[in-house]
Every structure is written in structure tokens, then in C-alpha cells.
């Protein structure tokens, strides 16, 4: 069995690499693993989903896992990953479950882990529970019997107490505020429509019909067309789009240009950064974040904490340095002081409080950030650790980074998941960006 964990929990086709026993034993591991109470009570656990089809069948074989191994199962239903980490803390549930491949294609689905707190599992946990499931821990260890199998509780109102906790970190009301926002038929097509209005903006909705078969399907985070053309339609101040679980959050200006996570990111440290609340004056991003997201945090006397990508590294970063905010490219925003993870309708709420109370546009707010061309190819290779280790590319590289000194970057990212390595530029003009990261990707695919 190849490496379970990706940048993102388990993740694959569905009842093909994501199997119903894979899932099970999974679950059993990380009941084994995660739960660390007393030994006189159940370990507890919350399970939520997104509204793809095989998340039915993948809960099924979850629950079945963490009540094999005695744990008593919160099933709160189809909810935004963001709301299973609020409710895995605020109900100080020993471990979290969120089914959800995010903004892949519905065929793929994934398991998302929380640990006590509602916070992603650090590399070393990870670790744990794949060497349980690889060891037969999860199909194979002794299991209670009688009174000892764990129970399953429906939480009917899990969606209500998320909205709660929501409202109750909005920093100013959104009335003036004209949004359409795009669900991408996903876990936010119920409680962002609702969240929005009752935080005062006035709200057009798309991509809000989930069947279980259409969840990302030309709508959402990864397709801003749509989002795009209901913003001009409606002459909308603005637009968001979330993924399918709402874990991110990109927005579109009354235009209908693009504001990526970069952006929002800048905004929103901005806007702490004016009240004290921005902590240390410090903002965590990762390598991703355009040079130009950089250029304008240092102008504004903010530091910036560089980590690798995934908002579970974001948040690592927060935590250790004990800060209140980061963020990734993708739109996966961290407000440590709300959440516990990325929340796409929280980052949606501060931005929108954010135009509420400056009366700006997003335009404007989002203008901060002057991007430098930023180019991105996907490089199939054979061997990823070996162009890691290549002089070759090794030479290559140093070449680039002597050619664009300060004005630009390079960056090379193996996938996580594929035999790919992603070749990032960026450069003062898009033609130099270009350019350069293609000479660099004829060098890696030759390894």
C-alpha cells in the first residue's frame, strides 16, 4: 500500500482507490489513535460529509469503523468541512471526520481527520494512524462486544450551531452589501445563502441545488464563470465562490475580475492590522503566494511567515508563533481566533465587513496587491525524488533565480499525489515568465 495521506487527509476515486474497507479501517485507526480520554468513557466522534453520492456510502463505513472500536458517533450530516472542526471542539469530541474530496470532480472523495480542539492531524499523527491501518490495526484489533459498541447520535440542530459561531465573529453588519455567491453545489448550498442574509448583506445565489452527482460541476472555486456573469448580471458588488466542501473562498470584484486568496489575504490583514488585532503584525502564507502578495505586506510594516502549502501547515504556523492570521493562494484563509481551519464562509464574512465598514469597493480594497505574472506548469516525470536531486535542474535553476534577482522567483513542488512537479514563475512581465518556466520544464521532464 502506497502513502494513505496527501496534503489533504485520504484522498481518490471512490470505491475504486477509496474503498468502503479502506474507510473503515481508516476510521477504527484513528478512533485508536485520536482518542486519548481516561479509559472510563467512549471516545467521541463527529462525522460530516459532503453531498456527493459516495459520501453516503463512505459514512456508512466510517460510522460502522469508529463504533466497532466503541467510539460514540456524532453524525451531524451534510455540513462545510469548517463546521465539523467548530463542532469537534465546541463539543470536545476526541476526533472529527469530514468526508469530502473538495474541489475535485464528484467521482473522487477523501477523509478529512480532526483531533481534539478541531485541528488537522500533524505529520507525526498521520504517521500513527497509517502504520495502524498498514499493521491490521484497523480491521483486525480487538473490538468491544455487548454494551461496548459504540452508539450513533443524529445531531439535528449541527448546522444551527455553526451558523451561531459564524454570526457571532462578524465584525460589522453587511447591510449595503450586494452579493451573489456560488455554492458549487456543495456542503455551503444550504448555510451560506443563510449566513450571508443574516449578517445583513443582500444575497443572489447560484450553484445551490445539490443532487449528488453535480458538486463542482462547472460552478464554484475552480470555475468562476458562472460567479462571474451572475455579478454582472445583477450588478452585484461582489461575488464568492466556495468548493465543495467551502473550506475556501475566491471572490470577484463588481467587474467581475478575479480576487484569489493572495488578495483576500492582504485585505483582511489589513484590515486587523488597523484595529491591533493582526497579532505579532505577522501573517503566515505559503511558497505559493505571489512575490507581489509580499511586496505589499512589508509596505505596510507586515511580516510574513512562509510555510509549505496545505492550511494545515498554515495553521501549524499559526499556532507555534501564537498568531491570528494566514492563508493560502487557493482561497483556504485561517482566522485562528474563530477557527480552526480554513472556513470559505467566514473569509466571505471578514471581507465583506471589511467593504461594509470602508465603504471601498472590492476593487479597490483587492487593488493593495500589485501581482507580478506568475506562471505554473504541471511537469510529468518518472520519478519525482529524482528530479529533486538532479544537478541538472539543480544548475537550471540557479540559472533563474541569478537571471530575476530580486524582481522575480522560481519554485519547484513535487505533487503530493501524482508523478508530477509543478514549475512556478514569476517575472515583471508575463512574457518573461513564460519563458522561463518553460526552459525550466524541459529540464525536469528530461530527468
Keep these: 500500500m502506497g502513502r494513505l495521506f496527501g496534503t489533504d487527509g485520504v484522498r481518490g476515486l471512490a470505491n475504486a482507490d477509496l474503498t468502503p474497507e479502506l474507510a473503515l479501517a481508516v476510521a477504527r485507526a484513528a478512533a485508536g489513535v485520536l482518542a486519548d480520554r481516561d479509559g472510563t468513557s467512549r471516545p467521541v466522534a463527529v462525522v460530516g460529509r459532503d453531498p456527493r453520492a459516495?459520501?453516503?456510502?463512505?459514512?456508512?463505513?466510517?460510522?460502522?469503523?469508529?463504533?466497532?472500536?466503541?467510539?460514540?458517533?456524532?453524525?451531524?450530516?451534510?455540513?462545510?468541512?469548517?463546521?465539523?472542526a467548530h463542532l469537534t471542539a465546541a463539543l470536545d469530541a476526541d476526533l472529527g471526520v469530514m468526508l469530502s474530496a473538495s474541489h475535485n470532480p464528484m467521482p473522487d472523495n477523501g477523509i478529512k481527520l480532526f483531533s481534539r480542539g478541531g485541528h488537522k492531524l500533524p505529520d507525526v499523527v498521520e504517521a500513527a494512524v497509517e502504520r495502524a491501518v498498514t499493521a491490521g490495526t484497523g480491521t483486525g484489533a480487538h473490538r468491544p462486544t455487548g454494551a461496548g459498541v459504540g452508539r450513533v447520535l443524529d445531531l439535528p440542530d449541527a448546522g444551527a450551531r455553526y451558523v451561531d459561531h459564524l454570526l457571532a465573529a462578524v465584525p460589522a453588519p453587511l447591510a449595503g452589501v450586494t452579493v451573489v455567491v456560488d455554492c458549487a453545489h456543495g456542503a455551503a448550498s444550504a448555510l451560506a445563502p443563510e449566513v450571508y442574509r443574516r449578517a445583513g448583506a443582500t444575497v443572489h445565489v447560484i450553484g445551490a441545488e445539490p443532487d449528488g452527482w453535480n458538486i463542482n460541476d462547472g460552478v464554484g472555486s475552480t470555475h468562476l464563470g458562472p460567479v462571474q456573469a451572475a455579478v454582472r448580471e445583477t450588478g452585484a458588488d461582489l461575488g464568492l465562490a466556495h468548493d465543495g466542501d467551502a473550506d475556501r473562498c475566491l471572490a470577484v470584484t463588481a467587474a467581475g475580475d478575479v480576487v484569489d486568496g493572495d488578495a483576500i489575504l492582504a485585505v483582511c490583514a489589513l484590515a486587523l492590522h488597523e484595529t491591533g488585532a493582526l497579532t505579532g503584525d505577522t501573517v503566515v502564507a505559503t511558497v505559493m503566494s505571489n512575490l507581489g502578495f509580499h511586496h505589499t505586506m512589508r509596505e505596510a510594516g507586515i511580516a510574513v511567515t512562509t510555510t509549505a502549502v496545505g492550511d494545515r501547515y498554515v495553521l501549524e504556523a499559526l499556532r507555534t508563533g501564537?498568531?491570528?492570521?494566514?492563508?493560502?493562494?487557493?482561497?483556504?484563509?485561517?482566522?485562528?481566533?474563530?477557527?480552526?481551519?480554513?472556513?470559505?464562509?467566514?473569509?466571505?464574512?471578514?471581507?465583506?465587513?471589511?467593504?461594509?465598514?470602508?465603504?471601498?469597493?472590492?476593487?479597490?480594497?483587492?487593488?493593495?496587491?500589485?501581482?507580478?505574472p506568475q506562471v505554473l506548469v504541471n511537469v510529468p516525470v518518472a520519478d519525482r525524488i529524482a528530479v529533486s536531486e538532479s544537478d541538472d535542474v539543480a544548475r537550471a535553476v540557479n540559472a533563474v533565480e541569478e537571471e530575476l534577482g530580486e524582481t522575480g522567483r522560481v519554485l519547484l513542488r513535487p505533487s503530493g499525489t501524482e508523478q508530477l512537479v509543478r514549475v512556478m514563475v514569476e517575472a515583471p512581465t508575463q512574457e518573461q515568465a513564460d519563458t522561463v518556466a518553460h526552459r525550466l520544464a524541459e529540464v525536469v521532464a528530461s530527468v
Excluded: K, N, Y
Excluded at 456510502?57 to 466497532?68: I, K
Excluded at 498568531?323 to 481566533?337: A, T
Excluded at 481551519?341 to 471601498?360: H, I, V
Design 322 to 372: 501564537e498568531l491570528s492570521l494566514g492563508g493560502e493562494q487557493s482561497g483556504h484563509l485561517v482566522f485562528l481566533d474563530h477557527a480552526t481551519t480554513g472556513d470559505g464562509l467566514l473569509t466571505g464574512l471578514m471581507l465583506m465587513a471589511r467593504m461594509a465598514t470602508t465603504g471601498s469597493s472590492l476593487a479597490d480594497l483587492a487593488g493593495v496587491v500589485r501581482r507580478l
Design 54 to 84: 459516495s459520501g453516503e456510502m463512505l459514512e456508512a463505513a466510517v460510522v460502522a469503523g469508529l463504533t466497532s472500536a466503541g467510539a460514540q458517533v456524532l453524525r451531524v450530516g451534510v455540513l462545510p468541512t469548517p463546521a465539523v
